[in-house]
């Protein structure tokens, strides 16, 4: 698949990240090879119009009167209000640098966006709440087996119709 | 996020992925990607844009309904306007990037 092959203009990150940290212990992302290991694969149910989007985000995003991520493997959610102001949103993570996200939460957690989209008919709805955690989580296992299905069992009990996951 | 989308993908809810880091991306293969090449951090837009952050999620979830290959990645047509050459100052403070010839990293624009 086209897909496989990187563009040669993109950034390589898994390059710099390890020369940026040759000092310390390698984070290392998760790597299925798509022959072997192919992704799972769930049709999609109806048309984009009619489909309610669960908003997913790994920003590191939480609310004023929420507790903050801290930045060792933490594997804990919040649950944001899709009416919160982007006033009250707050950011704890070590791994990008969240100045302009700081400033408008929208560059890694477009719930103003979705929202415009839903009133002009361009989606079925937004989910409420949306889901956020920090990203920076260097154990694979406790991701996969703490994080990802607690944020699956609550999609599921949210019913929506595609998961929308925007990392930072 | 990769890993969250295989799980939820799994038990039967679609997901589409946003990424700006192709290579992460495709080394965790999550089943829908959509790449926006401007720098981490800014994976659905500019700040105070809205306009532009809503161009960017529209264009992405309208691409999920044209993939049709678990693991596929589709390049969305945004360009990271007015900061040339940020690409080899992503992600490395005070690094000069090198390539795998030892020669600072030039990138093709």
């Known amino acids: 698949m086209d897909s496989a092959a990187i563009p040669p203009d993109v950034v390589r990150y898994i390059e710099r990240t390890r020369a940026l940290y040759a000092t310390q212990a390698p984070y290392r992302w998760v790597e299925n090879d798509p022959e072997t290991d192919p992704p799972p694969w769930a049709p999609l149910r109806r048309p984009l119009a009619q ?25 804990s959610h919040r649950e944001i209000p899709l009416d919160t102001d982007a006033s009250a949103l707050r950011i704890s993570h070590f791994g990008y640098d969240s100045r302009d996200a700081q400033e408008d939460p929208g560059c890694v957690f477009p719930v103003r966006a979705l929202r415009r989209l839903a ?18 989580i260097y154990s694979a296992r406790r991701t996969r087996d703490e994080l990802a299905p607690r944020l699956r069992d609550i999609v599921l009990r949210q019913k929506a119709d595609l998961a929308y996951l925007v990392p930072a | 996020m990769g890993l969250i989308a295989r799980v939820i993908e799994a038990a039967g809810v679609p997901t589409l992925t946003m990424t700006s ?26 700040p105070n844009d809205l306009d ?45 990037p090198t390539g795998p010839d030892g020669k600072p990293l030039r990138v093709a624009r």
């Open chain 1, 51 to 75: 489909s309610r989007v669960a908003l997913i985000a790994s920003g590191g995003i939480y609310r004023s009167d929420q507790e903050p991520f801290h930045f060792q493997n933490d594997t």
């Open chain 1, 119 to 136: 009133a002009e008919r361009v989606i079925g709805g937004v989910v409420d709440p949306a889901l956020t955690f920090m990203g920076g």
């Open chain 2, 21 to 46: 880091a192709w290579d992460i991306t495709a080394a965790v293969c999550p089943p829908r990607s959509a790449f926006v090449h401007y720098p981490l951090g800014h994976q659905t837009g500019r």
């Open chain 2, 52 to 96: 532009g952050q809503t161009a960017i999620v529209r264009a992405a979830l309208e691409a999920a309904w044209r993939l049709e290959h678990p693991g596929e990645i589709v390049r969305l047509p945004f360009r990271w306007e007015g900061d040339d050459g940020w690409e080899e100052r992503a992600y490395a403070p005070g690094l000069t």
